[in-house]
């Protein structure tokens, strides 16, 4: 999650009423969450304080500003509260004004910015600012795994789910408990040409590998990346795993990617429909060559977290 400060301050624009004697208007902040920061996707609701010694009349939220972020404002938004609104009299000098409910919708900083003014028309500019975070997006690690070249019987552990977070067989898939096959997000083979190879259930081929009766083919999709080993250890959460997948030196792979070797790192992005779009990466750390039963590709996988 990114760290950030919200930060409330506001400037009077008159110290004095000169028609009166009395002090221009103060306006002050009440927020939920207290501290002025909230998720992105996260509704924000606020009060408006206003103390106005010549009497309230009107607060206002002049603009939003916005550095990096996005914001829902409908059109039917109230914007604007007088004192009839706030059913107070002219004598009133105290007023509070509850603002509906914002909806950030990603991260950045966001000025609120205010205008209070009493009876004798002096007014008094306020600035709210709302800090709006990354959602907090966890990742989990899978080290050492061992994925082996298919077997014609399906007694290997070939395919890899990212939720299980372990390997299994098309035997313990086409058992009909679980693992099911709506859990495999990918499998291993050993190619004549294609060499090392992943592919999503739904792109595998390979004679004598038949899993067209899965109930469910997942359509993983794979780009192979430049990333150097200090980003990809550096990789914290599922933000950092989407924007690795958005890189534009990336190789588009598709379905499938081959021609595997040691070090390679691959960006990859689960089934839309079944699997929730979650990013993830995989690092090969090591690959015995052939397509025997006993030789297999190793990598370490980082995939967003689904629980």
């Not at 000098?93 to 000025?111: M, N, P, R, V, Y």
């Not at 306020?126 to 399906?154: F, K, N, S």
Request: glycine share 8%; net charge negative; charged share 20%.
């Amino acid at each position: 999650m990114i760290a950030a400060v919200g930060v409330l301050f506001f400037v009077g624009c008159d110290t004095l009423d000169d028609e009166e004697g009395l002090d221009a208007p103060s306006v002050s902040f009440v927020t939920d969450p207290a501290d002025a920061v909230v998720e992105a996707g996260s509704s924000f609701g606020f009060t408006v304080n206003i103390t106005a010694p010549a009497g309230f009349n009107t607060v206002r939220l002049e603009a939003i500003t916005a550095t990096g972020g996005t914001i829902n404002l409908p059109s039917t938004y109230q914007t604007e509260y007088t004192r009839n609104d706030l059913n107070l009299t002219a004598e009133d000098t105290e007023a509070s004004a509850e603002f509906q409910s914002i909806i950030f919708l990603d991260a950045g900083e966001f000025d609120l910015e205010f205008v209070a003014v009493d009876e004798a028309g002096i007014s008094t500019e306020a600035i709210l600012t709302v800090t709006v975070t990354e959602v907090a997006r966890p990742i989990a690690t899978y080290t050492q795994i061992l994925v082996y070249a298919p077997a014609g019987d399906g007694s290997t552990n070939t395919w890899f789910s990212t939720n299980l977070g372990e390997t299994v067989t098309e035997a313990e898939v086409n058992a009909n408990s679980a693992p099911n096959s709506v859990d495999v997000d990918f499998g291993y083979y050993y190619g004549v040409s294609d060499l090392a190879t992943i592919a999503s259930p739904l792109a595998y081929n390979l004679a004598g590998i038949n899993i067209s009766d899965w109930n469910t083919r997942n359509a993983t999709e794979f780009k192979l990346t430049t990333l150097s080993n200090e980003e990809y250890l550096g990789i914290s959460s599922g933000a950092g795993l989407e924007t690795i997948w958005d890189r534009a030196d990336n190789i588009n792979e598709g379905g499938t990617i081959s021609n595997l070797e040691v070090g390679d790192i691959v960006s990859f992005q689960l089934d839309t429909n079944n699997k929730g779009g979650l990013y993830g990466v995989f690092r090969v750390l090591d690959i015995e060559p052939g397509d025997n039963t006993n030789d297999y590709i190793e990598i370490e996988v980082i995939v967003e977290d689904a629980q």
